[in-house]
């Protein structure tokens, strides 16, 4: 089954209200936020992240970026080495998930192989919003919901664009 099958799936196991829509490829965020005539920043943007040896999922609102210095930090303050850290790239994101930048959903297992982490930034949103598993196609849904059946790890480590 492909990851936005799965996704859907998921969602649906778990009652989830959810709202699909398809649309012309949107491969930033910035194009997904305008096809959608939403905010930026209640796009959920996901990045696969390399912490030393293992990758991570990091979710956070689309208007933020990422910080490698506060995730360093976090993962040093939980007495993990971190050493190196860095993107995943075009083809390792390919080969761990079949998809491709901008395609990949806000959840880790049973979604995606990975820990999922989430910055507070996205926590200021309602609703968010998000490329499910496709350039053509995204899901919104209920915050709540999200966390609620996500189970991320929720830190900061994120700073304004």
């Known amino acids: 089954m492909d990851v936005r099958n799965h996704l859907l799936q998921f969602l649906e196991n778990y009652r989830i209200e959810f709202l699909v829509r398809q649309h012309e490829p949107t491969p930033t965020s910035e194009d997904s936020a305008r096809i959608r005539g939403e905010q930026l920043s209640s796009g959920a943007k996901a990045i696969v992240y390399k912490i030393q040896d293992e990758f991570g999922l990091f979710v956070f609102a689309a208007d933020r970026k990422m910080d490698p210095k506060k995730i360093k930090g976090y993962f040093k303050d939980q007495g993990k080495r971190v050493k190196k850290s860095r993107f995943a790239n075009v083809d390792e994101l390919r080969e761990m998930t079949g998809l491709v930048p901008g395609s990949v959903p806000p959840f880790g297992h049973p979604i995606l192989p990975f820990k999922l982490y989430v910055d507070f930034s996205l926590l ?30 929720i830190f900061e480590f994120t700073q304004l664009r």
């Open 124 to 153: 200021d949103n309602e609703k968010i919003s998000f490329n499910a598993g496709s350039l053509k196609h995204s899901v919104t849904m209920q915050l709540k919901d999200y966390i609620r059946i996500s189970e991320p790890e």
